[in-house]
């Protein structure tokens, strides 16, 4: 199993990242997918969760409104657009197939597949 995220950067604030992740080795259509982000010096916190279809979409309270996840089952492939970035969501963003009801579970990186990260940066 292989998750390859791309699309990280650095942003100034207000500014806009889309962040792509590409799945092989699993029947991708078949998974929940989700988000999860560690700011340094942090333990991992959900972003955003994705039903197997893209129908049912979920956010943490801090980015409603901001970040949309997104799907393309035909590519393989799941999506996380942010707009209007702050400085607090710098850090390492991580796509995996593993997730929570509700995130009420603490994301872990030895449950489910996950991929290596790719770094966000929100600085003036």
């Known amino acids: 199993v292989r998750l390859v995220e791309s699309g990280g950067g650095l942003v100034q604030p207000g500014g806009s990242l889309r962040l792509s992740c590409v799945v092989s080795g699993l029947t991708f259509s078949a998974n929940y997918m989700s988000w999860v982000r560690q700011a340094p010096g942090k333990g991992l916190e959900w972003v955003s969760y994705?039903?197997?279809?893209?129908?049912?979409?979920y956010y943490v309270e801090s980015v409603k409104g901001r970040f949309t996840i997104s799907r393309d089952n035909a590519r393989n492939t799941v999506y996380l657009q942010m707009n209007s970035l702050k400085s607090e969501d710098s850090g390492l963003y991580y796509c995996?197939?593993?997730?929570?009801?509700?995130?009420?579970?603490?994301?872990?990186?030895?449950?489910?597949?996950w991929g290596q990260g790719t770094q966000v940066t929100v600085s003036p």
């Open positions: 995996g197939n593993d997730w929570s009801a509700d995130f009420k579970r603490p994301p872990k990186r030895n449950s489910g597949h």
């Open positions: 994705i039903d197997h279809i893209g129908s049912n979409k």
